[in-house]
């Protein structure tokens, strides 16, 4: 990979994440899991930005966030 | 994705919602939906019921999502604030309590069993078609009048949020959701 390459990465506001795991459904590469029900988490080295996970999600609180890569 | 066996819960929650319009007492079954989550949170500090086996809201994702009735919109900002969400889980313990008061006051006699099914807290609908008597006293069949109200009114809500924004935006406000992402983070304290 090119370094200063910029990618996607799917990044949680875990302060108004209800934990209800629609994300984790969705995610084709299970790069997201709910930590001890309060919140979900990206694990950003399986994220590839696909979005699914952000337009799930029922309050919108997953945004796509470029990251170097 | 590999489909699991809790996969179709969904089938168990419009079953529940089904039943209610034949027999009232089936509405005990609810409890289930209460307690279930409960133990899971107390018990294994997880949200295992809302992200795995919640019925209701695989419902809403399929009506909303693969038949289309929602506009995908985004949840207004103040429904996902935590002062809404604390606010309807009180409101809704305190309706829930004011349901208990009515199961308790025909039980000790002092009122008579209303055949009617309360919608959003407020429109009373005869349902005397699905009420054929019961073996205990009548106070079972009142907590079952208002346990399925209480049912039918978050299904009701659930439903229009559904189609105003996001399928499963019911999520975001539901008592149980609340109630058990509260008892986790006292569980597991509130930094992750």
Known sequence: MKPGKKRRKALVDSSACVA???CVKVCPLQAIEILRG???????????????????????????????? | MKKHWYDYLWIASLLYLVLGFFNILFAWLGLLCFFIPLIIAIVWGNKGYCNRYC??????????????????????????????????????????????WNTYLVFAGAQDLKQVVTLLWTFKLPWNWAYHGTLFHPGVAQFAFGFYSVMLTSTVLGLITMVLFKPRSWCVYCPMGTMTQLICKARNGRSV
Do not use: H
């Not at chain 1, 309060?38 to 990251?67: F, M, Y």
């Open chain 1, 38 to 69: 309060i919140t979900a988490r990206v694990n950003p080295d399986k994220c590839v930005g696909c979005g699914k996970c952000a337009a799930e999600c029922p309050a919108s609180v997953i945004r796509l966030q470029e990251v170097e890569a």
């Open chain 2, 55 to 100: 019925g209701r809201g695989q419902l809403f994702g399929m009506l909303g999502g693969r038949f289309g009735l929602s506009r995908k919109k985004d949840i207004p900002r103040w429904m996902k604030s935590k002062a809404f969400r604390y606010g309807f889980l009180t409101f809704f313990f305190a309706m829930f309590f004011l349901m208990l």
């Open chain 1, 20 to 22: 209800c795991g629609c």
